[in-house]
């Protein structure tokens, strides 16, 4: 059997990093004075763990809302006698100045500080201790860190944060002391946005031996300061830099580039045109390429071949038979081309293994690869097309095309454009048609990205995406390893001030099927989130619309599940106005069906426990069950859970029943009269996971109208389901309970026939055995 996408399993060193990181002190740690993490004194790690438990730590923090973050981690890592860390990772506003102050000590050759907004010119005096090792440094999207706090001189000090938290016009004082003097090893540099106010040009002045640069989003006056490294440089990336004549003239004298990137993000904002004859100076002078990204560039008409004129055949990726007359020069076809907006990626032939644009699938997922990372804005346009390729047509590379989103997803969890357009492919990429090749690793992962976008965001379209996606799953089976946390997710989304019908409609059917067929630990636990005062509030609110529609028959539906065999919520209904809420519903909506069914389920479900009972025992109340025992609604299903809420009111005896009107003589005769009504081959819209609260009623003289509705209903379930039904009613010791209803003198011959078919039924079924632990799980009281 071929094994699914996406079902490889995770590396035991991935298994115990993590392990490990959400259990510091049973492994690696003590808590030291006044609270403090410390590492153990007996324990030494090796660079190979250190970069990995700081990485996966970074990635939990952003990534699992489970995991709870150490106030000084990266203090663990002070101590380079202990520990030795060599790469590391550190993302988003989360990492302070002292993160990176508590491991100034190590010899750091690879550090990757990207979007970290929190960062001042403080850190840049931490770079300086790491100058002697660095071979390479991003400093991505960090803007704040060339600026001072408060307009404090260049320092590192111990002090606290909490000291430092400054408006943002404390951080306009540019940090000027700052060069690269010294880091003499650093070969790759990415100083993507830097601010406009730093001078390019004299920061990177001391670096005489950088191989790779990354300009993305830098204003530079001048270009001619790269020709510095034109023996050297190997990887120029100038992203959303503008293309100039100057610019033109400086890159063709770079003649060891590999890697040429000068993509924009979009052609509406290009000011200068990529002409056949710049192109060409670049193919030709630029012998080395490998990679070249022209993305979003305004390309003349005069760079492709003419239609009539191309080659037929196959597309080739041969430069001779390129259809973009610049790359004909190529000695060799390209790695990577990127042709993102751009006319250029429609062509036919295009010298390159791997190519950005938005012809096909393949080049969309290779742009959605290509930028996640430092170009969301790209990506979230890419991820836009491949929805419209699952949606309209059919997604060939199922498995790549989750991964990559998955990642942009927990990429980018604070970049709402990244969080609409990625759920929203997530939607089609998980549904029916897909289902078969995913393995559960994966779809694991799918929730997991889908949760973290509700936690982050409030809005409409976000919160619609993550629900449809969720209800892509088998619930509540795929949802349950992460079943408290959805259910809370959903819990808020349905609070009162949220008003969008479509959110709640999902939401309400998607707390539904969480509660149905679950342990009851999980009700229960679900229960005390609020989950039972939640849905009437929002039955409640439907009640002052006059409204009946799935909002309302979902609501009654969850109260059914979530109340079954779980005496606690029952309560909360009681104590939240279940009961006036009922018979309001009951009297709005006369002949809603559907809902007067699962109004009678669960409250045949706080009638099964005794000590609620009495709260039912009112005049009201049972002359309203006994009403009900008339009606037709749903075939026999509104008549027989009214039925079967008496019985077990009438199991308590004639001493409970103080009321003189109505008289329980009259109640139980209006049960018999309604029991020889049901056809007992009625099909049923009810499933049972236990029959012990029919079962109790078996074994008894005091309401011989309640034993028959029990004897009714087991023979009605296991004539009509026997596969279904004849093995619980043995597993559980039915047979003899009812050999007992035989031996009663009180038992009514009708009753006793119906025991003796039951029996029969089953002796039947064990004549022709199977295996009954494999049948399919049901639960008591709730829909199928």
């Not at 991505?140 to 944060?161: Q, T, V, W």
């Not at 000027?176 to 390019?200: K, M, S």
């Not at 390729?389 to 498995?399: D, F, K």
């Not at 081959?681 to 029990?710: D, M």
């Amino acid at each position: 059997m071929a094994a699914k996408a996406g079902d490889n399993p995770e590396s035991l060193m991935a298994l115990t990093t993590v392990f490990c990181l959400k259990n510091l002190r049973k492994t690696m740690c003590y808590q030291g004075f006044r609270d403090k993490l410390c590492l153990r004194s007996d324990i030494f790690l090796p660079s190979e763990i250190c970069d990995k438990l700081v990485n996966t730590y970074m990635e939990l923090v952003h990534t699992d809302s489970n995991f709870e973050p150490e106030e000084s981690f990266l203090q663990l890592f002070s101590d380079p006698r202990s520990t030795r860390l060599t790469r590391v990772q550190l993302r988003e506003d989360f990492v302070r100045d002292r993160d990176l102050e508590a491991i100034r000590k190590q010899d750091l050759i690879e550090l990757h500080l990207t979007y970290c907004n929190s960062l001042s010119s403080r850190s840049l005096k931490t770079l300086t201790c790491f100058r002697e090792t660095l071979v390479s440094l991003c400093l991505f999207g960090c803007r704040r860190i060339f600026y001072r706090k408060g307009g404090a001189p260049l320092a590192c000090n111990e002090d606290s944060e909490e000291e430092e938290e400054e408006s943002p016009a404390a951080r306009q004082a540019l940090e000027t002391d700052f060069n690269f003097q010294g880091f003499n090893r650093l070969r790759l540099l990415n100083l993507g946005g830097l601010p406009d106010e730093v001078d390019a040009e004299m920061l990177l002045k001391p670096l005489k031996s950088l191989t790779s640069l990354d300009l993305s989003n830098v204003q530079l006056p001048g270009t001619a300061f790269l020709t510095q490294w034109k023996d050297r440089l190997a990887s120029l990336v100038l992203y959303n830099v503008d293309l100039s004549e100057e610019l033109v003239s400086t890159v063709v004298e770079l003649v060891n580039l590999r890697h040429f990137d000068i993509s924009r993000e979009s052609r509406r904002t290009a000011k200068f045109k990529m002409t056949r004859k710049i192109l060409t100076a670049f193919v030709q002078r630029l012998v080395n390429l490998v990679s070249l990204d022209i993305s979003g560039q305004i390309m003349l008409d005069n760079c492709t071949v003419p239609h009539f004129e191309k080659a037929m055949g196959r597309p080739s990726t041969e430069p001779c038979k390129s259809s973009i007359y610049p790359l004909q020069e190529l000695k060799r076809p390209l790695q990577f081309l990127g042709l993102y907006d751009t006319t250029l990626c429609n062509v036919t032939h295009i010298p390159a293994y791997k190519v950005t644009g938005s012809k096909n699938e393949d080049q969309v997922l290779n742009a959605i690869e290509a930028y996640t990372e430092f170009r969301p804005e790209l990506a979230h346009r890419a991820i836009n097309q491949l929805f419209d390729i699952a949606r309209i047509q059919h997604c060939g590379q199922l498995l790549r095309a989750l991964q990559l989103v998955i990642a942009a997803l927990k990429c980018h969890k604070y970049d709402k454009s990244i969080q609409v357009t990625g759920s929203a492919a997530l939607f089609y990429l998980t549904n029916t048609d897909y289902r078969s090749d995913q393995s559960v690793r994966l779809r694991r992962e799918v929730i997991q990205v889908v949760l973290n976008g509700m936690e982050q965001y409030q809005e409409v379209t976000v919160q619609r995406n993550c629900c449809l996606t969720l209800c892509n799953f088998s619930i509540p089976e795929e949802l349950e390893f992460q079943y408290s946390r959805v259910n809370q997710l959903l819990l808020k989304i349905l609070e009162p001030a949220r008003q969008d019908e479509s959110i709640q409609r999902i939401a309400v059917h998607l707390c539904n099927a969480l509660v149905c067929q679950v342990d009851n630990h999980h009700k229960e636990a679900v229960g005390k989130m609020g989950f039972v005062k939640t849905m009437l509030n929002l039955i409640q609110k439907k009640l002052q619309d006059r409204t009946c529609d799935q909002v309302m028959e979902f609501s009654w539906s969850a109260l059914w599940n979530i109340t079954d065999e779980t005496p606690d919520n029952c309560q909360m209904f009681l104590n939240c106005r279940g009961m006036s809420l009922f018979l309001e519903c009951l009297q709005e909506f006369t002949d809603k069906q559907e809902l007067h069914r699962n109004m009678l389920g669960l409250l045949g479900n706080v009638a099964e426990v005794k000590a609620l009972r009495p709260q039912l025992l009112t005049p009201q109340f049972i002359t309203v069950f006994s009403n009900l025992l008339d009606s037709k609604a749903d075939g026999i299903e509104v008549s027989y859970n009214a039925c079967g809420v008496l019985s077990h009111i009438m199991f308590d005896g004639p001493d409970v029943w103080s009321m003189e009107e109505p008289r329980r003589d009259t109640v139980m005769d209006k049960m018999w009269d309604a029991i020889q009504s049901w056809d007992v081959t009625s099909r049923r819209n009810i499933n049972y996971r236990s029959f012990e609260p029919i079962l109790r009623l078996l074994p008894q003289s005091i309401a011989p109208v309640s034993q028959h509705w029990a004897t009714w209903a087991l023979f009605n379930l296991v004539s009509v389901y026997p596969s279904k039904y004849c093995p619980l009613l043995i597993k559980e010791g039915g047979v003899s309970l009812l050999e007992t209803v035989l031996e009663l003198d009180s038992s009514q011959p009708e009753t006793k026939d119906m025991a003796r078919k039951v029996m029969e039924q089953c002796e039947t079924f064990k004549e022709d055995p199977m295996d009954t632990n494999h049948g399919p799980e049901v639960n008591h009281g709730q829909r199928g």
